[in-house]
């Protein structure tokens, strides 16, 4: 009989608690092992690149270094590890973010052991996975959507990416230029931003992202 073929995990987060509790969790589900946890970032990059586990489980609100930091290291040391970051923060903006930045996965720490074992086994396979926390979320806000707050939650990962330049003050030649995309598939995006978060011009949206102080 051939043997299961197991998923390496590696954990990323600097509470020994939390570690502890994804280990037990995971600890009997067949198909899976953990072949490293850290609690460190820095430390957390050479064991990525010595290990090249298949999945790494990384907390986003780790310090001194946060979890977007690690992600990047991770990443550069060992591309082929898929990523799934967990977090406090439910908001769908924060999770489209993450998987901007290269992530695979985002689950939040309400998450049930069963979706992190959905999460685990669906990233590996190569799919995405949003937690059903974030995904109720999105969806109550799209089905909210006649109201006339601006909600940069409604963007796309396209958009969210698009927003990033324009509100840094590029123009829609640059924007093009750096996106390898025309000028008007940009003034398209700019007016589909626009028109999502209910605000008349470019000057407003630019004012709302930096009053809000959004990370993009």
């Not at 985002?106 to 995904?135: F, W």
């Amino acid at each position: 009989m051939t043997p299961i073929k197991k998923i390496s995990i590696m954990l990323v987060d600097d509470h020994t608690l939390i570690r502890e509790s994804w280990r037990a969790m995971l600890a009997t589900v067949e198909n899976m092992e953990i072949v490293a946890e850290c609690g460190d970032g820095r430390l957390a990059g050479e064991l990525a690149r010595n290990g090249r586990p298949d999945i790494v489980l990384l907390d986003l609100t780790m310090k001194p270094m946060n979890g977007f930091e690690v992600l990047k290291i991770i990443r550069q040391l060992s591309p082929l590890s898929k990523i799934i970051g967990l977090s406090m923060r439910s908001e769908p903006v924060f999770a489209k973010k993450l998987l901007r930045s290269g992530a695979k996965g985002y689950l939040t720490k309400n998450s049930p052991r069963h979706e992190m074992i959905d999460a685990i086994n669906e990233v590996n396979k190569g799919n995405t996975y949003i937690c059903q926390e974030v995904q109720t979320l999105q969806s109550r806000q799209t089905s909210e959507g006649d109201n006339k707050t601006p909600d940069i939650n409604c963007l796309s990962v396209t958009e969210l990416q698009l927003l990033s330049l324009l509100s840094g003050g590029d123009t829609s030649k640059e924007i093009a230029v750096k996106s390898g995309i025309s000028v008007k598939t940009v003034e398209v995006h700019r007016h589909n931003i626009l028109k999502k978060m209910k605000l008349k011009s470019t000057t407003a949206l630019i004012c709302y992202v930096q009053s809000h102080a959004l990370e993009l």
